[in-house]
């Protein structure tokens, strides 16, 4: 089925996990040929450049098209000339939360019309199940005129990366692998373990694996909602959340321990904010009421207002009000150590303090300032320091680590006294706040 090895892969859809795939193969010595229709992504890749905000990425993506195993072209004839294809593009949701797949239409039907032989095409897109096998399959064979399972390879291998640990995780979280055929899984397994020395989980079929995508953050969704609502309990009853949540998990259970994860002041980014409403959205198409997917995204969705009141009822309990308080804003991005703002909780948070009429500062050192837009009006301040002057409260909505490297005490210096500091993401030391001279609080804590 496979032609060559080594011959090549192209990744078609240069967004976020295109570009760490790509940058990635081609740093293990793979000839890598990115394909995106946005001539701006195109112009940035053959510059060198990544427009993805993943750490280490931005070397690895310079370093490989300064040695020419990195490329990045509009055309799609460049999938010719490889052996494997990538497509990772997007899947928005639809008004009704319906997934939107003329994305995968439209490359299915690009790659289609240059589809050879002995290609091997894996899709990495989160779609609904059934996609790979009634959609793809059918608009690749009907324009190449091939057979998959007989003339090329096909196989849905589902993305499973975070943000801020991508390259990491894509080098030792093993494949899924769901093919419409045992030699396109077998091909499509030598390749992960060839390519990145990840070992694969083989799957019946492609909808099996596409379910595996949507189980995995389903599952994190609620998992997080559960924390978000024990925090909530905890709040109320003067104890730490997060105590109570280290305790818990080290019960065994099954061939696991207990793993609740933390709370924070919200979920967001691209995947566990769509993947519950794919799974409700089956659920409905299948005639089933589910509960789970609405509750869990309910839960979260909850938790940007949430954090906003407990901002509010601790400024009164410093006889101040919200109107006339200076708050600083540190992080809008919606995970740590990311500039990503894509359906980030922060923005909730922000569009409220807008509303309050406060005086409101905005530092991000990880979001340029094109994406911050996305989130506020409020021009980004350029670094901390200013930030928090005379500030009245800090307001911790993503806990980047530059904001660890600036002394606790240093920053209780430059804001007002008795300055309240709101950790939404729970990343520092309640103790060491306290001790810098800040009213501290965490969410649950």
């Known amino acids: 089925m496979v032609r060559g090895m080594r011959s090549g892969i192209a990744v078609v859809g240069f967004g976020y996990i295109g570009t760490v795939i790509g940058a990635v193969l081609a740093d293990r010595g793979w000839p890598v040929t990115g394909v995106d229709v946005r001539e701006h992504v195109v112009d940035e890749i053959n510059a060198g450049r990544s427009h993805v905000p993943e750490p280490g990425l931005g070397e690895l993506v310079a370093n490989n098209v300064g040695v020419g195993r990195l490329r990045a072209t509009t055309d799609f004839a460049a999938v010719a000339d490889n052996d494997f294809i990538v497509v990772t593009v997007g899947t928005p949701l639809g008004p009704d939360y319906e997934p939107i797949v003329d994305d995968i239409t439209a490359a299915a039907r690009a790659v289609g019309g240059h589809l050879r032989p002995g290609h091997l095409v894996i899709l990495k897109s989160t779609v609904p199940p059934d996609t790979t096998e009634t959609l793809v399959k059918p608009v690749l064979e009907e324009v190449s005129g091939l057979t998959a399972g007989v003339d090329f390879g096909l196989a849905f291998c589902p993305e499973r990366l975070a943000e801020g640990v991508a390259i990491r995780e894509l080098t030792s979280i093993p494949v899924v692998v769901g093919a419409v055929d045992e030699r396109s899984a077998r091909a499509c397994a030598m390749l992960w ?76 980014g691209y995947c566990l904010t769509k993947d519950p409403w794919f799974v409700n959205h089956l659920g409905q198409n299948l005639g089933l009421e589910l509960s789970i997917p609405r509750t869990s995204r309910t839960v979260n969705d909850t938790m940007p207002t949430y954090t906003y009141g407990l901002l509010t009822d601790l400024l009164t309990g410093q006889g101040k009000a919200i109107e006339t308080s200076k708050i600083a804003v540190l992080g809008i991005a919606f995970k740590n150590n990311t500039g990503d703002c894509r359906l980030t909780p922060t923005r909730y948070v922000v569009e409220l303090l807008e509303a309050s009429g406060c005086e409101l500062s905005v530092h991000d050192p990880w979001v340029p300032d094109e994406e911050a837009y996305t989130v506020t009006k409020v021009p980004l301040t350029a670094d901390i320091e200013s930030a928090v002057k005379d500030a009245d409260a800090l307001v911790v909505l993503a806990g ?12 209780a210096e430059l804001t007002a006294v008795g300055c309240i500091f709101l950790d939404g993401r729970n990343s520092f030391d309640p103790a060491a706040a306290r001790a810098a001279g800040f009213i501290y609080k965490g969410i649950g804590r």
């Not at 060839?194 to 099996?208: F, K, N």
């Open 400 to 411: 980047h680590r530059e904001f660890h490297q600036i002394p606790l005490t240093r920053l």
């Open 193 to 268: 373990r060839h390519a990145l020395g990840v070992e694969s989980i083989i799957v019946d079929d492609p909808r099996t694996a596409e379910m595996v995508k949507l189980a995995c953050n389903t599952w994190i969704d609620l998992n997080v909602a559960m924390a978000n609502e024990m925090a909530k309990i905890c709040d109320r009853l003067g104890m730490d959340a997060l105590q109570v949540i280290y305790a818990a998990n080290s019960m065994p259970k099954g061939m696991h321990n207990v793993n609740i994860l933390h709370p924070s002041m919200g979920v967001g």
